[in-house]
């Protein structure tokens, strides 16, 4: 009996340690914090979720009724949402795949200590500062099939410069190799800080057992940097799955659906049509798909820090 008198008690003591004047101060301080990400983050996510089981469209707001999981049914059912769903795919593992060969291999290079490596450095970070929209606007003049620098580069070459952004063979790859350029100096700085992080020792113990540079960046290398890839995977997947900018200035998801991305789809059926049921629909099958994309990557990130 006197166990169980003492936990009310004990609730009661804490309720009023937390309701103290300093840490009423300290709630007060927070308010405006908790105040704006409901604003900005729960209450849209939470008005997302209802407007996607709703029948609504903007041009008709009064005609707004429920819908239950019929705009999702829907989707699976529309070609073009199922088009996007494989260029997105497609765009995130061949984007992602060839920024971490081409990051590994820049940043293997520029870790040596060489004269000018340090101006280099610098200088690769530039791509990274320009807004997506505006190097999509320069990747635009170059694609340009009268006077694009492309066209004049593979043309002296004597061989036919295709359709970049008309051909629907070449589109994507077109679109994707923007992002490769934009971001791929992202991956090249993380993998060159964990480069740094490396001990010396590793490197002199497997010159010792006679061990060449393949078998140096497979069996040290790698196994070290393992965390760094899977953070900088799991970044740059989440970013290229929200691939919109590049897709809106040079091909608007032509030709035909051929660079159609999950984000374009999305944008065109809220701002177009103003099926908005349907575009919310589809950002909350967007949303799951990263979610559980991003935890089986956070976890396969905890497995190898209690594996080591």
Sequence with gaps: MISISRKPMASASRNRELWTPRNRVWLLMLLPTLVTLFCVSIFPSLYTLYSSVSNWNFLKPNERSFAGPGNFLKLFREPLFLDAIKNTVTLVVGAVLAQLVLGFAVALLLERDLK??????????????????????????????????????????????PLWLGDSR??????????????????????????????????????????????????????????????????????????????????????????ETLSYFIYRQGFRYFEIGLASAASIIVLIIIVTMSRLMIRALQSSRDFE
């Design 116 to 161: 000018g490596f340090r101006v280099i450095r610098t200088l690769i970070l530039v791509p990274i500062m320009i807004t997506p929209v505006v190097s999509a606007l320069m990747w635009l003049l170059l694609y340009n099939t009268d006077f694009g620098i492309l066209r004049y580069l593979v043309e002296s070459l004597g061989v036919k410069a």
């Design 170 to 259: 070449w589109a994507l790859l077109s679109v994707a190799l923007v992002d490769v350029w934009q971001w791929t100096p992202f991956v090249i700085l993380l993998i060159l800080a964990g480069l740094s992080s490396i001990s010396k020792e590793l490197y002199e113990a497997a010159k010792v057992d006679g061990a060449n540079w393949t078998q140096t960046f497979f069996f040290v290398v790698l196994p070290s940097l393992k965390q760094v890839v899977l953070v900088v995977t799991l970044i740059r997947v989440m970013d290229t799955f929200k691939f919109f900018d590049p897709v809106y200035v040079l091909t608007k998801g032509g030709p035909g659906s051929s660079t």
